[in-house]
């Protein structure tokens, strides 16, 4: 059988399934995949490197080899949290006003791009499959080539890709996406994000696009460029919802909401997120019905992340300051409208969590996927649902929400859409509870990511 060599910027041994949030998704799809296929997970430790040189960590974990490398300082600064977090990450999300040009950390990217496609080289044998993963990585497959690698080599965009009049803004961008197209194939979560990556490659490249098969033909190469919606292990989160450490979770919301309907949102603690936006609508909410303080309470559990990097700094003390503003008017002795959780949760716990609260929402301002809005409606009492509120601008949309059926849609820079969903939430009856319920979960539960793994593996195997 083919091997698989998986190369991200971050490495996950299986234990880190049930890690917390929606960090788990890309963990438990890939370990999935390597079981499956064997072979090895190889990225960046984490870890700081004393010296420029390094050296390889193999280890061998529940039937998963990883091999990683510790990375110096200058290149986590320019390479991490310079150019794919200051740089990509926020032009990806639309965010020009966040996006940082800096041609010192294009320089670290590209080099740790080399770095990372000079130490896996002699892993890969002639036969495997190699699959790299996210806008981290965007340049190995041309750094790959140039070291004489001839496998099948795909890559999945894990975000959105952006319209093309925002992409050029990034100087050296024909540089970047040529370095794409000596992949074989290449994945992305929406048909919007393939489409507006096929526009860039016609429109500014002039390759040769054929839009029904996703067929990019440029300078003597053809690459594919298709859409493969990334789902949830269903079993193994069916599997925690059956669990003592679940049906915890559940009775602790339930007891500590007082009869008060619970709404929840799980994000990290990231500006794609919409959480201050998402909060400015829930105060809207309570100034249009303060006499609904008493029928509802928030909990927002959002975990940190890249705490190095200003624009998250900021977010944090911004999300902080909105849900005082909020509490600080609309509290009482006995209660909180709102519940800020700074921390993450089990899988098991989470599952809890979604099962005790009649709505869920998630209301990012652009998402590539996003595997909470599909956790929820996984969670949910099929004979007593809760109603998922979703961005239109999160990559789930084109599944959750077909022909008005599914998730309540908002547009989440609304405060006005925000609170009108909210009360038609509170209000739902149970039959239409259920009609939407049944609109999503067959999607949810058959499109989960082994699905996804098998497809995107047996198209580049093909």
């Given at each position: ?6 190369i ?15 960090q ?34 193999l ?31 926020p ?6 006003d ?5 041609r ?75 370095t ?43 690459v ?68 609904r ?80 809005a ?27 929400n ?9 547009n ?51």
């Amino acid at each position: 059988m083919t091997r698989l060599v998986i190369i991200s910027n971050r490495v996950a041994v299986a234990k880190a399934r049930g890690a917390a949030g929606a960090q788990g998704g890309l963990a438990g799809a890939l370990n999935s995949a390597l079981k499956e296929h064997g072979g090895i997970w190889f990225g960046w430790s984490g870890q700081e490197s004393e010296d420029e040189a390094g050296s390889m960590n193999l280890q061998r974990s529940d039937g998963v080899t990883t091999a990683t490398i510790d990375l110096p300082g200058r290149d986590i600064d320019e390479y991490y949290n310079g150019y794919a977090n200051s740089t990509l990450w926020p032009l990806f999300h639309y965010r020009l006003d966040l996006t940082e040009y800096e041609r010192e950390t294009g320089k670290g990217y590209e080099r740790v791009n080399e770095r990372f496609a000079e130490a896996v080289v002699p892993l890969i044998e002639a036969d495997d499959l190699v699959w790299v993963h996210d806008y981290h990585l965007i340049p190995l497959g041309g750094a790959l080539r140039a070291r004489g690698v001839s496998n099948r080599i795909g890559f999945f965009l894990h975000i959105p890709w952006p319209p093309t009049r925002l992409f050029v803004s990034l100087p050296f961008h024909e540089r970047l996406v040529r370095t794409m197209l000596e992949y074989d194939l290449i994945g992305f979560q929406t048909s919007e994000w393939r489409d507006s990556f096929l526009h860039y490659c016609s429109k500014e490249l002039n390759a040769e696009v054929d839009e029904d098969s996703g067929t990019v033909r440029f300078e003597g190469r053809s690459v594919i460029a298709r859409t493969y919606p990334i789902g949830i292990d269903w079993d193994h989160f069916q599997t925690q919802g059956r669990t003592g450490e679940s049906r915890n979770a559940h009775q602790r919301l339930l007891s500590s909401s007082r009869e008060r309907t619970a709404m929840i949102g799980v994000d990290r603690l990231d500006y794609s997120k919409g959480l201050p936006e998402r909060i400015d609508g829930i105060g809207r909410f309570f100034d249009q019905h303060p006499d609904r303080v008493r029928d509802l309470v928030f909990i927002q559990i959002a975990p940190p992340s890249r705490e190095d990097v200003k624009s998250y700094q900021d977010i944090r003390l911004l999300l902080e300051q909105k849900t005082g503003q909020i509490n600080g008017a609309r509290s009482e002795v006995d209660l909180v409208p709102i519940r800020y959780v700074n921390r993450g949760y089990s899988h098991a716990e989470l599952f809890g969590f979604y099962r005790g609260s009649k709505i869920g929402l998630v209301t990012p301002l652009r998402d590539g996927m996003n595997l909470v809005a599909k956790e929820y409606v996984a969670a949910q009492d099929p004979d007593d649902p809760g109603v998922l509120i979703l961005s239109r601008f999160a990559g789930a949309a084109e599944q959750l929400n077909v022909n008005g059926q599914g998730a309540v849609m908002v547009n989440p820079y609304s405060p006005d859409d925000i609170s009108d969903a909210i009360s038609l939430a509170l209000d739902m009856p149970l039959a239409e509870r259920k009609a939407r319920y049944e609109a999503m979960i067959a999607t949810i539960r058959d499109d989960n990511v082994q699905s996804w793994t098998e497809r995107f593996c047996t198209d580049l195997k093909a």
